[in-house]
């Protein structure tokens, strides 16, 4: 389908610029670009691919705008100009519709328009039974709870960003350009009176080649044999990240406390979590500052493990690699040494302030397990008297919710409790979607405020997590053999509020800015998204290891040479310590800053999949998750005409070409007459 207007010319611009200059705009004229997209992408795992890709030159249809289920009749069967590429309404994008396109060919493509406000009925791509098969629970460690058949924990969930889809399907992020394609399309592409609308038509192109097909299996030895010859790049990325463990310099018997941070969704790199991801760490964050201000921590008898996975989202990469350096000797904690294991997933959206405590049913019929057990239950309930935060045991029948906690229960019984805002299915109506907003967890602010007056607002939800965040640092310091009165440790819901909105809504704001290196100042982006990725270490696991090190760290007085080269001073302990050289505050009145040197216990630990390392390509024990990779991603739109209007150019073009050639040939042979010089008139022969 050719774009109205295009014309080709011979030979090749190369590097001049005012052939560059012509070419752009040229192209400016016809297309028009859609800068706020986020495509669907190919994932891999041992045995099959998901998402979406197009073909290799882009595909293209005649768009189609669908707000209600029957527009769709006629893309599917009345529309007289197929393939067709739909603007579909966000409220409409569910896995009944897109079956329905996925069995059609007179389907291109798809580009989706977020729903505002967000779907009333819930909408989760997700799996109903998140991680299944890489979690505690099989056929031999309690089969009645394996494969969610006890309880379904994502009831909402359509499965729908684990299919595979043969178009391109693209997320329009900007409702401007949404508003610009349903302009074109009103002013072109309507149908009249039942009938198809006159050429020109409106049209989108897509281009999301990916290069990777089949499975990580194939890839993977596809990518070693070519990287064995140096035939061609490899065509897949392992989904490796960096997780955080933060604890003192010698591990004694501590307690973990830990919880994911990463979050997906169907687009790539679109993955706020607001509810699955950053409540969780955001109070975890709070509750490790908390316990670090307590008076006489540094006369706890056990040191606390603060613990932060990432590459959760996608069987477990994180804790699953943890588990297997602990294992190995290759991590300075032994599964042995893990006195209890405490974990927050999805805290934000209580009913009645109750936080639900699960317990696994299976190791407590270990006499041992369940004595520890029991007291940990009873610390944690002790924890919330006269807190706003009650909390209540899910019971034996229940299993464990999908958790970090159960990678680490398949290698050792450990008493452990996680801690969430359900019984049984998830309260997130919107698991791993676009969805999972700020407005998903009710942060509210008032009007007119300026971006430095939001950053310092306390919310109610800021309010509620830091309740929840008090509870957890006073049961953590009771399992660390703390003794006194734990009135004192309070958690600061302005703390929360900085992070809420640093996590959420705008990362790049000015407490962020003062506590990070300034060589590292560019991954303070605008709007925050905690998508695994490939690249390592993601803007998520940065930000959180310096709010880490800021909440719990020490200023110390060091130069930047002394600090950014820690070995040269002979008290820097630099192997229990990590030092930080972090950008400080603004001066007032002024552009420049005060920087300044944070020592902490925050290290980070690889999260990559033992698969890799075994060269376990088709492994069922650990995560095979890799992410195809890709020439370029874009989106453009612009008008086509009609296929006669095509053919008659063609065949001018053609017939130009032959009388181009014949007059070229014809000129060339009778050269010597067209072009032979005169004789001088008063030249005489002889």
Aim: hydrophobic letters at 40%; one cysteine or more; glycine letters at 6%.
């Amino acid at each position: 389908m050719a774009a109205l207007g295009v014309f080709a010319f011979g030979g090749r611009c190369g590097q001049s610029p005012v052939c560059s200059c012509q070419g752009n705009s040229v192209e400016r004229k016809i297309y028009i670009p859609l800068n706020k997209t986020a495509p669907c992408v190919r994932l891999l795992n041992a045995t099959h691919q998901i998402g979406c890709q197009s073909s290799i030159s882009g595909d293209t249809g005649v768009i189609h705008v669908v707000e209600k289920e029957e527009d769709l009749n006629w893309v599917l069967a009345d529309g007289p100009h197929p393939p067709y590429m739909i603007l579909l309404d966000g409220n409409l994008f569910n896995r009944r519709v897109m079956l329905q396109l996925k069995g059609t060919s007179r389907v291109s493509g798809l580009a989706v328009a977020i729903a505002k406000p967000s779907p009333p009925q819930g909408f989760s791509p997700g799996l109903k039974c998140p991680n299944d098969g890489f979690g505690v629970y099989s056929k031999d460690y309690g089969p009645q709870f394996a494969h969610c058949n006890n309880t379904v924990w994502n009831p909402l969930g359509s499965g729908l960003s684990y299919e595979d889809f043969d178009f391109p399907i693209f997320l329009l992020e900007d409702a401007n350009e949404t508003q610009v394609i349903k302009q074109c399309y009103q002013d072109h592409n309507v149908p009249r009176d039942g009938s198809g609308p006159e050429y020109p038509l409106c049209a989108m192109q897509l281009f999301s080649h990916m290069h990777a097909v089949t499975s990580t299996v194939t890839c993977m030895r596809r990518s070693s044999l070519q990287s064995t010859f140096s035939i061609n790049p490899e065509v897949i990325d392992l989904l490796s990240q960096y997780s955080i463990p933060l604890s003192a310099c010698a591990f004694l018997t501590p307690p973990v406390h830990a919880l994911q941070i990463d979050s997906h969704s169907f687009f790539w790199n679109i993955a706020p979590g607001a509810e699955s991801a950053v409540s969780s760490f955001v109070t975890h964050l709070a509750a490790a500052e908390a316990l670090h201000k307590a008076s006489d921590v540094h006369l706890l008898q056990r040191n606390i493990m603060f613990t932060f996975f990432q590459g959760e989202t996608f069987d477990y990469i994180g804790s699953s690699r943890m588990v297997y350096d602990m294992e190995k000797d290759k991590f300075p904690l032994r599964l042995d040494n893990i006195h209890s294991f405490v974990e927050m997933n999805q805290v934000a959206l209580r009913n009645a302030s109750v936080l639900w405590m699960h317990t696994d049913p299976v190791s407590r019929l270990n006499k041992s397990v369940e004595v520890q057990v029991r007291i940990l239950l009873d610390i944690l309930s002790n924890s919330s008297v006269g807190a706003n935060v009650t909390l209540q045991e899910a019971g034996y029948s229940q299993p464990l919710p999908p958790s970090s906690f159960q990678r680490f229960l398949r290698a050792r019984h450990i008493p452990g409790v996680v801690l969430t805002d359900h019984r049984t299915a998830f309260q997130n109506r919107y698991y791993q979607s676009m969805y999972d907003t700020p407005e998903n967890i009710q942060m509210q602010y008032p009007e007119g405020l300026s971006p430095e007056e939001t950053l310092e607002y306390v919310t109610d939800t800021a309010k509620s997590l830091a309740e929840v965040a008090t509870v957890v640092a006073r049961a953590l310091y009771r399992l660390a053999g703390g003794a006194n009165n734990t009135s004192a440790i309070q958690a600061d819901p302005k703390t929360v509020s900085r992070m809420l909105y640093g996590f959420l809504i705008k990362m790049n704001n000015s407490w962020f800015q003062s506590i990070i290196k300034p060589d590292i100042k560019g991954i303070l982006g605008d709007v925050p998204q905690h998508y695994v990725a490939v690249s390592s270490p993601v803007n998520t696991t940065y930000l959180v290891q310096y709010v880490l090190a800021n909440l719990t760290g020490t200023v110390v007085n060091l130069t930047k040479e002394e600090c950014l080269n820690p070995e040269k001073t002979p008290s820097s302990e630099k192997e229990l310590y990590e030092y930080a050289w972090v950008q400080g505050s603004l001066e007032p009145n002024s552009t420049a800053r005060v920087p300044y040197c944070v020592r902490s216990t925050v290290r980070l630990s690889k999260a990559l999949s033992p698969a890799f390392e075994l060269r376990q390509w088709g492994s069922t024990e650990y995560s095979t998750w890799t992410e195809s990779r890709w020439k370029e991603i874009r989106a453009r739109i612009f008008l086509v005409a009609s296929k006669e209007l095509e053919i008659i150019t063609l065949v001018v073009g053609i017939a130009i070409l032959i009388f181009s050639l014949l007059t070229t040939y014809f000129i060339n042979a009778k050269a010597d007459v067209l072009f032979s010089i005169p004789r001088d008139p008063g030249a005489v022969a002889y």
